[in-house]
């Protein structure tokens, strides 16, 4: 069981000023912020990020909404990291996601869902490596 996970602040929660308040249920669930960035994704860098997902139907979309605008990039600490992340954010999309979790405060819609949450360990450290240098991270 790995301790770290990683996780975006998407296009829209930025846009929509709630950077702050997603960063602050982070650190009051007990994560520690190893790495962090604010930055933007080319449509080229979001389709490597996504590539996992270029056969579905909705990647074109998730592409042009990953770099529609900045995000904010970040490792983050705590034992248990990957699973308890996920079920801090809740289900992908925010109508199925429980009660007091991220998804559900501040997610739209299935697509522009505020968060990303790595789905394993091994996904974890790919994704931490694709935005972090081994001099960024903490
Ligand atoms: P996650 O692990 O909860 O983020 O969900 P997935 O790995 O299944 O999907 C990755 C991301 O693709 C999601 O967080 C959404 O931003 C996006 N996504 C998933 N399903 C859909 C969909 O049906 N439509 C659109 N537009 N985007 C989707």
Redesign the pocket.
């Known amino acids: 069981m790995s301790n770290r996970t990683f996780t975006m602040i998407?296009p829209d929660a930025t846009s929509k000023g709630y950077t702050g308040g997603i960063l602050d249920q982070i650190v009051q669930a007990g994560f520690t912020i190893r790495a962090m960035k604010w930055t933007r994704l080319t449509a080229e860098q979001a389709g490597r990020f996504?590539a996992v997902?270029s056969e579905?139907?909705?990647y074109g979309?998730?592409v042009n909404?990953m770099s529609s605008g900045p995000i904010v990039a970040a490792i983050l600490e705590k034992d248990n990291a990957v699973a308890d992340f996920r079920q801090l954010?809740g289900?992908?999309n925010p109508a199925q996601a429980a009660e007091g979790t991220i998804r559900k405060k501040y997610a739209a819609?299935?697509?522009?869902?505020a968060v990303?949450?790595s789905?394993s360990d091994e996904n974890a450290a790919i994704e931490g490596s694709f935005f972090f240098s081994g001099l960024e991270i903490f």
Do not use: Q
């Open positions: 998407k996504y997902h579905r139907p909705f979309e998730l909404f954010i289900a992908t819609s299935v697509g522009e869902n990303h949450g789905d």
